[in-house]
């Protein structure tokens, strides 16, 4: 099947959908961290597909893998804010199971990504 757009791929549907959930769930976070872990959880979010995204549309194979590598890191730094939140005692009653599955796949195909990306010797 061939790419037409960024928004027939997998990781960037499934990224959307992680957006959301982490909006979600933000929402029950302390207003005291709305300027601190309720922005910076969310912008790690939004950064993933918004990376593939512009990877995508870079149009060069070398762009593509740059961006979807820093989607992967926008993938690790949310994983690190989920495990502060998880750690902290407002983030001990919240449920992220959906969010670390999602995380986790989304994270799993984008290594496949990059790597189907990397030049073969």
């Not at 989607?71 to 502060?84: D, K, V």
Request: glycine share 4%; net charge positive; proline share 3%.
């Amino acid at each position: 099947m061939q790419i037409k757009s960024y928004k027939d791929l997998i990781v960037w549907q499934k990224s959307m959908d992680l957006v959301v959930d982490i909006y979600k769930i933000s929402e029950k976070f302390p207003k005291e961290e709305l300027y601190g872990l309720t922005s910076q959880i969310r912008r790690c979010a939004v950064s993933i597909p918004s990376n593939i995204a512009e990877g995508n549309r870079r149009g060069s194979k070398k762009d593509f893998s740059h961006f979807l590598t820093v989607s992967f890191g926008s993938g690790s730094e949310l994983e690190t804010q989920i495990e502060i939140v998880k750690r902290l005692p407002f983030g001990s009653n919240l449920d992220f199971t959906k969010i670390d599955a999602l995380l986790l796949e989304i994270m799993k195909m984008l290594n496949k990504l990059i790597a189907s990306l990397q030049p073969t010797n």
